[in-house]
Each structure stands twice: as structure tokens, then as C-alpha cells.
């Protein structure tokens, strides 16, 4: 710093150094503080008196301490003031260059106004300059811009003779003319090259003609396919400037390799029409492999390797069949075998070896992560569908073979018989195997559909059963009432209790291995039910052949000749000499079915009290023909063939006895005792309840008491047929115990509402009293 420069700042500072009082009020209470802070020490100091000895002792150091702050404080101040005038003249140096500055560049405005009016009278020059330049570019462009016209003629002949690489090099000749001409003019298009954007187009619509095309050109003419994908991947590797927008020609042949792969495959004049479905897959099935492999061969070498062509034509493939089959399903309902053979081909043949499952796919082809082709709701309704088409044709065929049956039984001759002499009717084996083929051919589809095809299966055969039934029903009611003669009624019933034994022992081949226990109940169920209406109708017809016999017992004639019984014998082996064209066990049942009704039917002519014993030997007599007729019916039943153990006209010999009894007055006693010895025999007891016998396997088989001379049809009637239609008698439910080797027919069941066998014997004891006994006048019910 100079001397000038520092004596003018001297002059610019305050003059002493003595602080102004009242300017600086802080100063003055830190005095004040200082001051109270000294006479609080000092009066702590010196408060003895001991310590006033060394006051100046105090006073010395305490003066020293203040002159050692005095001089620090002013060489505080000094440091303070020299900073303080240093800065105020480097502030005043600058404030003398900022004066400079400013008038330099007042200066300067002054000379930029200038040059701008000075420019503005030169810019007609410079738009000389510039015109002058552009005419200099085009002259030198003129020869080649002269040339565009045939140029772009050239390359759209090139264009069609599919030279499409040579076409390529003259377009990008041109474009690039173009791109010069646009720099030298600033960006000026000029209409000579206006045809170079269509002549683009169709170099761009060439190629992806050429890539929609690529299987039939890989086979005839792959330099032509090499061509249009080199065009396609120099174009794509092309720097384009921002105002053009980019062709993607790799992009729309990928497009159009796709297109026409299912164009090819799946176009809308090869959808398949109405029962040509199986036709179409079975095509789909050769030529999709065959193509798979092209591809691989011959294709994916003309293509670039990211193409990953094989990949792209399983998926495109798979695409476009997958769409096909949802277009398919969305349409008209397929039939029965459409449906089965679309299911069967898409979860076994698609994804079978000789498809998308073959060990020929490579893996680049990569057929793992593709979508199913069927979904699941695909199909759950295809597999519904089947079913109720299924079920509606197996309906129509076993109508169809029930009705075939039912006009048999009209026919003039016997049924057919077997080998074996048995009766005989395809109609079992037809039944059988409608469902048992549609169950089985399921299995190749899937186990859903199988156990939905069984589910159905068991419904209509049970549906079948109860048809059958009826048939049987409408059958009987026309024969009895004669609307139809039918020559041969009870052979014809006869032969619908084999078809039903034959349904019954073959109906587990509809009982697969995976088919839980107990699936089959209904359909046995229906069996029992059909086996019993058969039986009851066999009886009624015997019944009716053995009502005018039984109407003339008990008589004298009776007691005195043997002709009435021989009758019904006769009569009875003559209607069971067909049960042996029945297979066992169903002819033990009817032939212990059949001697039951007999024996009832004898007990019940012996209930009406048509006969009194008027002494003790016309009951002799009664009592040895008890015994005669029970030894012929027996005789009569074994002959038969009937099983001696199963035999029920013991119950007569037991009659017998009550008959020889010498006091009358002690048949209750001997009622007791048979009704221990027979404790499960029902019948009636005259007032009308009914009599029951256990016959058909745990079934009540009720008989109803004459009304008047003609005897009504055993059992209730039951069901829809007007009037009690014979047949229509309830048996009970479950599987006949005949079919049963355990089984003894001569067991007979209690049943509620019945008496036991006091209510047979108590109208017998008018056989056994004499009227003109003074003591049978007060027990005999009938005197």
C-alpha cells in the first residue's frame, strides 16, 4: 500500500480512542458487571482481617493482569483496523475498474449498433451467395438427378423379375441421391423424387410376398428366399435420420411368415364341414410333422439364426390350430364321434410320438412352454357333450332293441332255445355290449370322460330295466284282457326271466377296476324288481289255470275220490314242464314258488267251510285225504325237479293230525302246538287281511281271498296300470335270495297285520266238529 493511499485512509477513519458512552450502552453494563464482580471478590478476600496484610500483594498482581489484557486488547484492535483499511482500498481499486468496464462497453454498443446496420445491408448479398452455392450443387447433380426417372423404372423392373437384391442396391443409390440433394438444398425435396416412397412400398411388400411364401420357395427356389431375408436384415441394420421413419422390414416378413404358415394350413376353405372332422385332423396329423421338418431342412438355413425358424413354425402352428379349434367349438355342435375323435386326437395324438411329442423335434423347436390346445373348459364342454349325445343314441338303441323283443313275444313258435335247451335271446349280449363298448372306448380318451360315460352307462341300463318292466306289464294286461292273443304267453315270460338271470350275472363287466363298491346297487336293484314281476306274472298264470279246480274243494266228492287232485296236478306239471328251458337258480324258484301257491291255494278251499265232517270217520276220511293229496303234491314237486328241503306241503301232514283228533274240544291245544312247530306261516284268517308267504328272496307274496267264485291276482296292484293290471304287484326291494346258494325257499316270514297259522286252522274246525254233537253246539263257530 502506498503512502498516498493510506494517509487517505487514515483520514477516512474516526479520530481517539476513547469509546462513545452512550452509543454503546453494552459496554457500559459489562463495566457495571466487571465492577460488582471485583467487590464481590475483593469483600470475599479481605473479610478478616488477617488478610488486609496482604492487600498490596493483591493490588500489584491485579495491576499487572490489567495492563497484560490492556496490551493484548490493543493489538487486537490494531490487527482489526490494519484489516479494515486494506479491504476499504482494495474495494475503492475495484470500484475504479468497474468505471472502466462500464465505459468500454458503452464503446462497444456504439460499434455492434453500427455492424448491425452495416449486416443489414448485406443480406440481399448473402441470399446471393447462397442461391449461388445451391446452383452450384444441382449443376453438378444435374447429370445424376437427370438419370432419377429411368433409374426408379429400372429398379421397379428389378422389383418384378424378384431380383430383389439388386433392386435393393439401386434403391438405396437413389435414396442417397436424395439424401445429397436434400443437404446441398437445405432440406428442399424436389419432385423428381417423388416415386422413391412407392417404389419402397412395393421392394417392402416384394419381400414379405416372398417371406409369406418362404416354405414353397424354400423347396423350389431358396435363392430367392436368401434374397428377400438379406434384403430384410441390411434394411433393418440401415441408419435412418429422424425425419424418416423406419420400414421394419424384419418385423412384417416375421409377420408374414407366420400368415402364411397358417394360411397354408388353416384358412378359412380348409376348415373342415359337418362330419369331415376326423378327415381334416387325420390330414393335420401328417402334414404338420412333414412341415416341422421342412422347416428344420429347408427353411431355417435360408434365414438368419435369431429367426429361430423351427421355434417360429411350432408356435405359429401351434397358434393357428389352437385358434381353428376355438373358432370350431364355437360354432354348431359337433356329433357324437366328431366330439370323441377331437378329444382323443388333441390329449393323445397331438402330444403323442408322431407329433408334437416326437424324439425328431430337436430341441430348438422348444414344444415345452406351449399352451394346451384344449382348455379346460374346452373340455368339460366336449366331454358333456359327448355324454349327451352318447346317451341320447344309447337310449334310441336299446328302445330299438326293446321293441325288437316285445314283437317276439306275438310270434306263432316257442323261443329260441340254446345248445342246452334253454330259452334264448341275443337281446342280454345287445344290451350289455352297446354299454359296455361305449365304456370302453372312453379309456382312450381320458378316466373323466370314462367315469362319466359309466355314470351314464348304469342310468340307462337301469332306465332300460324299468322299460322292460313295463313292456312285461302292457304285455300281460293285453294277454288277460284279450286285446293280443299271445300263443305262447308263459314260455315268452319264461324266457324274459333268462334275459334278466343274464343281465344279472353279467352286468360286472360294467364294474371297471377303479369303480368304488356299491356302484351297481341300482342296477341290481332294477334286477330284483324285473325278477319279481316275472315270478309274480308266472303265478298269476298258473292261478289262473288252477282257479275252477280249487272252486269245487273241499266236497264229498273230494273226500271219497282222488280225480280233483289228479286235476290239479295234471294241470300244474303241465304248466311247469316249461321251467326246464329256465337256467338255475331261477327255476328252483319258480318251482318252489310255484308249489307254495298250490298248497295255498288248497288251504284256502279248505278255509271256506264248504264241508262239514259229520262224524268222527268223515274225519278220518278228510285226514287220510290230507294225507294223500300232500304225498302227491309232494311227488308231484320232486318230479318236478323241486329240492325236497325247500318243500312246503308238509303243512298238510300237520292238518292231518288235527283231523284224526278224537275229542274235537282239544283242537286249540293242537293249534298251539302247530303254531310252535310252524311259528313262520301267515295266511289269512277269514276276515279278510290277506295271507302272505315268503317267496321271492325276503318278499311278501300276498295272496287275496275269493270274491265270489273267481280269485283276484296275488298281491296289491300297484304302479299306473288302471284296475289293478296284473304284474303290477309290489315286490319288495333287494336281490332275490333265490340267486342266492343259502337261500331256502321254504322259510316263510313274518309280516304285520297277519295272524300265524291258528287264523288257517280255527275255519277248520268245522271239518272237525259234528253238528249233532251236543257239545260242538257250544264251541263250533258255525253251528
Known sequence: MDSAARDKMQRALPTGSSCPGPEWPEQERAEQLARGAALKWASGIFYRPEQLARLGQYRSREVQRTCSLEARIKSVVQSYLEGVKTGVWQLAQALEAVRGTREALGQARELLRDMAEAAQTLEPLREQVVQHKQLQALSQLLPRLRAVPAAVAHTQTLIDAQRFLEAYVSLRELEQLQEETCAHLGGLELPVFEGLGPLA?????????????????????????????????????????????????????????????????????????????????????????????????????????????????????????????????????????????????????????????????????????????????????????????????????????????????????????????????????????????????????????????????????????????????????????????????????????????????????????????????????????????????????LLAELQPLFAVLPSRRWLSSPELLDDVCERTARFCQNFRHVRNPAVQLLLAEAERTVVLQYLRALMQGRLVCRGADERTQAAERLQHDAAQLQELFLGLGLEESVQCAPVLLALRELLNLSDPTLLGLEVAGLRQQFPDVRCEDGSGREETQEGLGGANAPVTPQRGSRLRPPGPARGRVPRAAPGRTQLSAGRPAALAPSWSPSTFQPRANTCTLAGLLLPLRVLCLTPDCPQNKVTSPYA
Open 201 to 541: 412400398e412395393a421392394l417392402g411388400q416384394a419381400v414379405e410376398a416372398a417371406a409369406g411364401a418362404a416354405g414353397q420357395l424354400a423347396r423350389e427356389d431358396p435363392a430367392l428366399l436368401v434374397a428377400a431375408m438379406r434384403v430384410a436384415e441390411v434394411d433393418a441394420g440401415r441408419t435412418t435420420s429422424l425425419e424418416q421413419a423406419p420400414r421394419d422390414w424384419r418385423q412384417r416378413c416375421l409377420h408374414a411368415l407366420q400368415q402364411g404358415l397358417e394360411r397354408v394350413h388353416f384358412g378359412t376353405s380348409l376348415q373342415p364341414g359337418p362330419g369331415a372332422l376326423a378327415e381334416w385332423l387325420e390330414a393335420l396329423r401328417v402334414a404338420l410333422p412333414a412341415e416341422l421338418a421342412m422347416a428344420e431342412a429347408l427353411v431355417a438355413p435360408c434365414c438368419p439364426p435369431h429367426y429361430k425358424v423351427v421355434q417360429l413354425w411350432a408356435h405359429t402352428l401351434h397358434g393357428g390350430l389352437r385358434r381353428c379349434l376355438q373358432q370350431l367349438l364355437e360354432g354348431p355342435e359337433l356329433e357324437a364321434a366328431d366330439t370323441f375323435t377331437l378329444l382323443h386326437w388333441a390329449l393323445h395324438v397331438y402330444q403323442g410320438p408322431e407329433m408334437m411329442g416326437s424324439l425328431e423335434l430337436g430341441p430348438e423347436a422348444d414344444v415345452s412352454d406351449l399352451e394346451p390346445l384344449l382348455t379346460l373348459e374346452n373340455i368339460e364342454q366336449l366331454e358333456a357333450t359327448f355324454v349327451a349325445k352318447v346317451q341320447a343314441n344309447v337310449a334310441q338303441w336299446l328302445q330299438k332293441a326293446l321293441d325288437g323283443e316285445v314283437v317276439e313275444w306275438g310270434r306263432e313258435q316257442e323261443p329260441d332255445t340254446d345248445l342246452s335247451g334253454f330259452y334264448h335271446s341275443p337281446l342280454p349280449a345287445i344290451v350289455l355290449q352297446i354299454l359296455e363298448e361305449n365304456i370302453r372306448v372312453t379309456r382312450m380318451v381320458s378316466v373323466s370322460l370314462q367315469r362319466r360315460v359309466h355314470g351314464m352307462a348304469l342310468s340307462e341300463l337301469s332306465a332300460f330295466l324299468r322299460s322292460f318292466s313295463d313292456a312285461l306289464i302292457r304285455f300281460s294286461r293285453d294277454h288277460l284282457r284279450g286285446d293280443a292273443v299271445v300263443p305262447h304267453y308263459v314260455p315268452y315270460l319264461l324266457a324274459t326271466l333268462n334275459h334278466q338271470l343274464a343281465l344279472s350275472s353279467s352286468v360286472s363287466v360294467l364294474q371297471p377296476e377303479w369303480v368304488v363298491p356299491g356302484v351297481l346297487a341300482p342296477v341290481e336293484a332294477e334286477l330284483d324288481k324285473l325278477q319279481k314281476r316275472i315270478c309274480r306274472l308266472v303265478l298269476e298264470a
